[in-house]
């Protein structure tokens, strides 16, 4: 067992005893982790409430090299996450990025720079940004990272280049778009107009900065988020929770 120093990302936090919790934490030096909070419900507690849901800290704690969970002994807050006036779709929006961290990551896993999209998207929700494009660039930002991405350019199944213009076929559980020759017998294929998977590519590149240009309209907007959903649910296996909560929002 070592002692080991981290930034993390409150993802869940569990009641374990009167005075005690169990945190899911996204740290950007290990990844994801399980961890006790000794004491942490007590008035008095050593983590001044560092360790509410979406805070972002710096952390001590024991890494265990069983599967028991690590132990928390230290918490520094650095910034809380506080959505301006009675923003809803921005909380709701944060709540959506915690749990997709929880579901599409594994413990022990890093990816640093997943961490720090994370903590950006998050920091922008907080300031009040556009909900929908910072979480569709968050989104698409995850599945690049953790080797999820959906093929927008080339055939899913021969990688053969796709010209993006009109509707291209695209199916979720087949990895994205297809081309004509291997559209042919599948099911859960649907028609995508070739301007959303232009802007899917455009959020995805987390390099540049054409995104923040970018004027997506409304019908857009509403099929971006349609092909995501399905995406996303196909590779969980379920609806994320959040969905009903966002969907109020992103009628």
């Known amino acids: 067992m070592s002692s080991e120093k981290a930034t993390a990302l409150v993802l869940r936090t569990v009641d374990f005893s009167e005075t005690s919790l169990v945190v899911t934490l996204f740290t950007r030096e290990f990844g994801k982790i399980g961890a006790m909070a000794k004491g942490a419900r007590r008035l008095k507690n050593p983590f001044e409430s560092a360790l509410d849901i979406l805070t972002l800290c710096r952390i001590v704690f024991l890494h265990k090299s069983s599967d028991a969970l690590d132990l928390v002994t230290e918490a520094k807050l650095l910034r809380r996450f506080r959505p301006n006036g009675r923003n809803l779709s921005g909380l709701y929006a944060a709540y959506y990025v915690a749990e997709l961290l929880g579901d599409l990551t594994d413990e022990n896993d890093p990816h640093p720079e997943l961490f720090d999209l994370a903590e950006e998207t998050i920091g922008a929700l907080n300031a009040g940004e556009a909900t929908q494009r910072r979480v569709a660039r968050f989104e698409l930002g995850a599945l690049r990272f953790l080797g999820h991405m959906p093929s927008l350019e080339s055939c899913a199944e021969c990688g053969v280049e ?14 994205g778009s297809l081309c004509r020759a291997c559209r042919g017998g599948k099911s859960h294929v649907v028609s995508v107009s070739a301007g959303v998977l232009r802007t899917m590519g455009q959020l995805a590149d987390l390099e540049g900065q054409l995104w923040q240009r970018m004027e997506i309209d409304s019908r857009m907007l509403g099929e971006l988020r349609g092909v995501l959903n399905h995406y996303i649910a196909n590779l969980l296996g379920r609806k994320p929770r959040m969905f009903d909560f966002l969907h109020e929002f992103w009628r």
Do not use: C, P, S
């Not at 796709?162 to 990895?175: D, M």
């Open 162 to 175: 796709i010209e993006l213009v009109g509707r291209v076929a695209f199916g979720g559980i087949h990895g």
